[in-house]
């Protein structure tokens, strides 16, 4: 509980975990181990979740959107990174409607909005994610259709995907522009990457080699799409690190319960004391990293930017979650190993979590800078 909940956002916060049990739960429970939610089962999700504005988020209500503060698209996500599958924030249609013109945003947010359409936001490549001058993929006009070539890697749901804002150089400017990429009309080649988390779902590199885009696909001016990255980023990690608490709170959720029921030495092992340090230290670092969040949120909110505050408040929740989820599995003994228990893939989850959005590192760069006044960026 903090000053953030209110009776609106825990009957939200009730309603994303009554999707999640009866929809999303038995999806990801049939989904057999080393393979991935397919496409349907995606959108089977989403469109579950959609009317709770999973997928309009904070966008206005006017453009179709679900017009959610911050705060409280913070509290549904939260909610479900508490299930067994971390779908994460969804980005594209933000980018569409920050960037896009009367005409693109009634082309593509309605498929978006309504679920029929899965989306992903390619920007990080091979050899360059922190270091955005170091992107190579490019976009080359050639008539009425750009001419693209690259790689993009780290693509959430990118082999799943119908639909792609992707950032790319603009040769003439030498700048970062954004094109809308649909599936249909310029196929991507794509491939799932193995990593110890998120196993569920589709993390992939693409190619594009040629691949002809049409004209009208860009967003905004050519060479300009840096900037609304760097705004839109800031919501992102506040996002993250909510998820951190979402998914830590579950792991120490099972914890508590197993402190309470199971017994060695003839009483529950929630009476010995070491087991309830522990456990009260989690509860307390999980809340500050709630307040952190909800903290940053609420300032985006209220219309300022806030890139310190987004980025404490994503470097500490993702450090909380993994130590939380540890001493959570830790508190269960061997039974905090077992898959079942569901502490395990907790963890495994939060790790996925340092390096989205800029690595643990470079928040703390952009803590010291907004806190020293002096960037020790190169
Ligand atoms: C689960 C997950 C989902 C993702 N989803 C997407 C997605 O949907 N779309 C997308 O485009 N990308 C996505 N990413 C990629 C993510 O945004 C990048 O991983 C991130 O930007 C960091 O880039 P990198 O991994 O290439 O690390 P690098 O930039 O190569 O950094 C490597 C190491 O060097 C450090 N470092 C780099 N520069 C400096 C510096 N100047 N000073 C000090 N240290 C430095 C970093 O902190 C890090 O420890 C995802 C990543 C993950 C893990």
């Not at 992107?135 to 639909?163: C, E, I, M, P, Q």
């Not at 993250?240 to 608490?245: D, K, L, M």
């Not at 800029?358 to 960037?375: D, V, W, Y």
Request: net charge neutral.
């Amino acid at each position: 509980m903090t000053v953030f909940d209110t009776p609106a956002t825990r009957e939200l916060q009730a309603a994303v975990a009554e999707v999640v049990q009866r929809v999303i739960a038995p999806i990801s429970a049939a989904t057999p181990p080393g393979t991935r939610l397919t496409a349907e089962q995606m959108r089977t999700c989403l469109r579950a979740l959609q009317p709770l504005g999973y997928l309009g988020s904070t966008i206005p209500r006017d453009f179709g959107g679900a017009g959610l503060s911050y705060v409280e698209y913070g509290m549904l996500l939260e909610q479900v990174a508490k299930g067994p599958v971390l779908f994460g924030e969804v980005v594209p249609p933000r980018t569409i409607n920050y960037l896009g013109t009367a005409e693109q945003k009634r082309r593509w947010l309605p498929k978006l909005f309504s679920g029929d359409w899965i989306a992903t936001a390619a920007i990080t490549e091979p050899q360059a994610g922190s270091d955005m001058r170091a992107f190579t993929t490019t976009a080359v006009l050639d008539g009425d259709h750009y001419v693209v070539n690259g790689r993009k890697r780290w693509l959430k749901l990118g082999s799943v995907a119908d639909l792609m804002t992707l950032m790319v150089v603009d040769p003439a400017s030498g700048g970062l522009s954004r094109l809308v990429v649909e599936r249909d009309i310029s196929p991507w080649v794509s491939r799932d990457i193995d990593t110890v988390g998120l196993r569920q779902l589709s993390l992939a590199e693409v190619t594009f080699d040629g691949t002809r885009v049409p004209r009208d696909s860009i967003l905004g001016e050519a060479g300009a799409g840096g900037e609304q990255f760097h705004r839109g980023i800031e919501a992102s990690r506040g996002f993250i690190g909510i998820q951190a608490v979402g998914i830590a709170s579950h792991a120490l959720d099972r914890a508590l319960a197993y402190a309470r029921e199971r017994v060695a030495f003839g009483r529950p092992i929630g009476k010995f004391q070491a087991i309830q340090i522990v456990l009260a230290d989690a509860a307390t670092r999980l809340q500050a990293a709630r307040l952190l969040c909800f903290n940053a949120l609420a300032i985006l909110d209220s219309g300022k930017r806030a890139p310190r505050d987004v980025s404490m408040a994503k470097v500490f929740a993702v450090d909380t979650a993994l130590a939380v989820c540890q001493a959570a599995m830790e508190s269960m003994g061997a039974w905090g190993t077992a898959e079942e228990a569901e502490v395990e893939r907790c963890w495994r989850d939060a790790a996925m979590l340092s390096a989205i959005d800029g690595t643990a590192g470079i928040q703390r760069l952009i803590i010291g800078r907004e806190t020293l006044g002096m960037s020790a960026f190169l």
